[in-house]
C-alpha cells in the first residue's frame, strides 16, 4: 500500500518562512506524481493552492510556493500570516491513483 | 463564478445505498475530469475516484478501499456528477466533496455533502 508522508506538525514565527515536504513510501517524488497542494481551515472545505507541481491557482497568494526538494514534493510559505494557521495536504498521482498525505497542522505562533 | 454544490448526504443504516450529487455550473462541466474525495470526522482527506472528460476517454479510477462498492457517472447533459455507494459501512461515514482534480479546470471544490451511516 502506498503511503504519502508529511509533517504531523510545524510552527512558524509570523513573518517567517517554512517548508512543508510530501514524501512517497515507493521512492523519489517527481513531477510525475503532480504533486498538488491543498489548505484546509476547521470547518472549511479544503482550497487548492499549488498543482503540478510549482503551478498556482489565480486565488494562490504569492506568498505560497511549490517545489520539488531533496526527493520530495515542497510547499514554502514566505512571510507567513496568522491566517496562514491551518492544515495542509499534499496529493501524489499513482498512475491510476490519487493518494493524500496524512497532513501538516501548520500553527502560527 | 465557478460552483459545485454537492447533495444527497443524510443518514443511513448500514448495508444500505445512496446516491450523492454535485451539480456544476461555471465552466464547461462535459470538459472537466471530475473527483471524489472524502473526510471523516476528524481524519484527513481521502481521494475517493475520478472520472475524465469523455473527450478524454472518459476513464473512471478509484481508490482501492472503494473498488466495487462506489460507481462514479455524469451527465454532462445536467452538469452533473455522481456517486453511487452500495452497501454501506460505518466507515463510510465522512463528509464527501466533489472537485475538479487534473485536466483544464483543476482546483475548484464544492462544500460537501455529510453521509452518516449508523443503525
Known amino acids: 500500500q502506498t503511503v504519502v508522508t508529511q509533517e504531523p506538525s510545524l510552527t512558524v514565527s509570523p513573518g517567517g518562512t517554512v517548508t512543508l515536504t510530501c514524501g512517497s513510501s515507493?521512492?523519489?517524488?517527481?513531477?510525475?506524481?503532480?504533486p498538488n497542494w491543498f489548505q484546509q481551515k476547521p470547518g472549511q472545505a479544503p482550497r487548492a493552492l499549488i498543482y503540478?507541481?510549482?503551478n498556482t491557482h489565480s486565488w494562490t497568494p504569492a506568498r505560497f510556493s511549490g517545489s520539488l526538494l531533496g526527493g520530495k514534493a515542497a510547499l514554502t510559505l514566505s512571510g507567513v500570516q496568522p491566517e496562514d494557521e491551518a492544515d495542509y495536504y499534499c496529493l501524489l498521482y499513482y498512475g491510476g491513483a490519487w493518494v493524500f498525505g496524512g497532513g501538516t497542522k501548520l500553527t502560527v505562533l | 463564478e465557478v460552483q459545485l454544490v454537492e447533495s444527497g448526504g443524510g443518514l443511513v443504516k448500514p448495508g444500505g445505498s445512496l446516491r450523492l450529487s454535485c451539480a456544476a455550473s461555471g465552466f464547461t462541466f462535459s470538459n472537466a475530469w471530475m473527483s471524489w474525495v472524502r473526510q471523516a470526522p476528524g481524519k484527513g482527506l481521502e481521494w475517493v475516484g475520478r472520472i475524465k472528460s469523455k473527450t478524454d476517454g472518459g476513464t473512471i479510477e478509484y481508490a482501492a478501499p472503494v473498488r466495487g462498492r462506489f460507481t462514479i457517472s455524469r451527465d454532462d447533459s445536467k452538469n452533473t456528477l455522481y456517486l453511487q455507494i452500495n452497501s454501506l459501512k460505518i466507515e463510510d461515514t465522512a463528509i464527501y466533496y466533489c472537485?475538479?482534480?487534473?485536466?483544464?479546470?483543476?482546483?475548484?471544490w464544492g462544500q460537501g455533502t455529510l453521509l452518516t451511516v449508523s443503525s
Open positions: 503540478s507541481t510549482s
Open positions: 515507493t521512492g523519489a517524488v517527481t513531477s510525475g506524481y503532480y
Open positions: 472537485t475538479t482534480l487534473g485536466g483544464s479546470y483543476t482546483g475548484y
